[in-house]
Structure formats: structure tokens, C-alpha cells
């Protein structure tokens, strides 16, 4: 059980990050929810989390493209012995019409977050004596899709960061870990569809069949709770080994 332990996971109002809190809330954490947003029905949803699963649930605003307010973050939770980087946004276009901001907005949600949060992180988790890094990757972050530079870039990014803080704390009871999920039905999928129908031409329920699970052998999407279950795997003792490590749940989409 996860009894004690204290979870933070950023972006996690909405899809994977949602689904990983519900899993470790399951498992016994204490959970804090993270997005930039600010309103009522954020910090409703950790109320309700907490209530349903019998954990402490708290909800903290920042917005992971500012590296002050991811390290604020983790500072405002005041412990941190399982952190889950999640946060994450996603733009389709050929790289020479790649909009800056996009580009900006990608590598430091999706990358840079993730330098602040370990590095708040790895302090109070030495402190304690114990620590799960698990960083929410994607089969982006081991293979490439055209229309899509800025986040394979960023993900391949975080893998090479989670296979160095596992060098850096691996004579420490702490692992750091990356999943690389295939295609979850969430509202991030959901939103580029639109935008690959026009890149390829396509209808949008051809883009679904001929694209997306085009890429994933099984013709399945994976779930929010397979990949909760991977993290609340991570974090138990028979996973006490594995760290350095980029996890596929992507159907077979990286064995081709
Ligand atoms: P989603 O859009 O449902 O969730 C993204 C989360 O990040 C939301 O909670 C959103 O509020 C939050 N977020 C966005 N910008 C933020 C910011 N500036 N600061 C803080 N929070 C912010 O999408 P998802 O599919 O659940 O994606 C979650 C993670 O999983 C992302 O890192 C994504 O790259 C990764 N991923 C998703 C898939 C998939 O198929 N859905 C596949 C592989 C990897």
C-alpha cells in the first residue's frame, strides 16, 4: 500500500494525469492535483477524489510552461515522495510552419517542467528516504511521426532525463522511470484530429483508422487505468530495480 506516501502529479484535471492520480489514490496515496487553471470544479475534483478513495486530495494551480511555478509547485505541496510529470499539450504542422510559440509552449510544458519538478523534488525525497520519479513519456519519446517535431523532440528529451537522474540516484532508494504510452482516447488525442485530417487529407474517422491506430499493432487504444496501474507498479517494491527505464504501453507500436 501507498499509505503515507504523498503523490504529485502535474496536468492531472483532465486524462492520463487524472487516471495515474485515481490509481495511486486507489493504491493509498495522499494525492496533489496540478493544472493552470483556477477554478471551482478543480479543486471540487480533488474534494470528490479524496472522499471516494479515503486520501488526502489537494488541488495546487501552476502553470507548468513557467519553471518558477513548477518548482513552486512541488514547494507548496511541502512533500513529494512520488512525482508523476504528466503535464503535457501537443501541436500537428511541418516543422518550417511551426508556429515559435507552439514550438516554446511544447518543450516547456512537455520538457523543461519536468527539470524544475525533479529538481525540487529530489531534496525531499532524499530527505525521506525514499522516492518514485515517473515521468509520462510517450512511444513519441522512442519513435518519430512527421507533423509533430516540437513533442518528439520534447519526449525523446525526457527520456535521455530520466535515464540520467536514474545514473544520478541509483545508490538511492529512488528510481525515476518513463512510461511511453501509444494512443489513450483523452481530450489531447480528441483535438489533433481535426488538424491531421488537414495535413493528410483525410476524413476525420479515416485519420482514427488510417493514422492513429495505424501505429498501433493491437488496433486498441490503451486506457487511463492500464496506465495508472503501471505507475502504481512502479511505485511497489517489486519495481524496486527497474529505474533508467522507458515503459511501452502502446499495443506494439514500438516493437516494429
Ligand atoms: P489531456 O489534454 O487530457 O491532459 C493534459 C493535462 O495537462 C491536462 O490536465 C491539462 O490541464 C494539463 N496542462 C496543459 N498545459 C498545462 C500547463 N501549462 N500547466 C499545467 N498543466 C497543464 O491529455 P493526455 O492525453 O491525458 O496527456 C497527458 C500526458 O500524456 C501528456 O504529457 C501527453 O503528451 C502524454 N501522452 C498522451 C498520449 C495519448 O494518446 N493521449 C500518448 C502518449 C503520451
Not at 511555478?69 to 509547485?73: C, F, T
Not at 538511492?172 to 501509444?182: H, L
Given at each position: 500500500s501507498l499509505a503515507g506516501k504523498t503523490a504529485i502529479i502535474t496536468g492531472s484535471n483532465s486524462g492520463i494525469g487524472l487516471g495515474v492520480a485515481r490509481a495511486l489514490a486507489g493504491a493509498g496515496a495522499d494525492v496533489v492535483l496540478n493544472s493552470f487553471t483556477d477554478r471551482e470544479e478543480d479543486h471540487k475534483l480533488a474534494e470528490d477524489l479524496g472522499r471516494e478513495f479515503g486520501v488526502k486530495a489537494r488541488y495546487i494551480q501552476a502553470d507548468m510552461s513557467k519553471g518558477d511555478?513548477?518548482?513552486?509547485?512541488v514547494e507548496k505541496a511541502g512533500v513529494c515522495d512520488i512525482l508523476v510529470n504528466n503535464a503535457g499539450i501537443q501541436h500537428v504542422a511541418p516543422i518550417d510552419e511551426f508556429p515559435v510559440d507552439k514550438w516554446d509552449a511544447i518543450i516547456a510544458i512537455n520538457l523543461n517542467s519536468s527539470f524544475h519538478t525533479i529538481a525540487a523534488a529530489l531534496p525531499m525525497m532524499r530527505k525521506a528516504g525514499w522516492g518514485r520519479i515517473i515521468n509520462i513519456a510517450s512511444a513519441h519519446g522512442l519513435r518519430a511521426s512527421p507533423f509533430k517535431s516540437a513533442y518528439v523532440s520534447a519526449k525523446h528529451g525526457i527520456v535521455g532525463m530520466i535515464k540520467t537522474v536514474a545514473l544520478e540516484t541509483a545508490r538511492?532508494?529512488?528510481?525515476?522511470?518513463?512510461?511511453?504510452?501509444?494512443y489513450v482516447l483523452t481530450p489531447l488525442v480528441e483535438a489533433q484530429i481535426p488538424d491531421t485530417a488537414k495535413e493528410y487529407k483525410m476524413s476525420e474517422e479515416e485519420v482514427v483508422e488510417k493514422v492513429i491506430l495505424a501505429k498501433q499493432p493491437s488496433k486498441e487504444f490503451a486506457t487511463v487505468e492500464q496506465i495508472g496501474g503501471l505507475a502504481v507498479f512502479l511505485c511497489s517494491d517489486a519495481a524496486e530495480q527497474i529505474t533508467g527505464q522507458p515503459i511501452a504501453v502502446d499495443g506494439g507500436w514500438t516493437a516494429a
Open positions: 511555478q513548477a518548482r513552486a509547485l538511492e532508494p529512488i528510481t525515476a522511470n518513463a512510461i511511453c504510452p501509444g
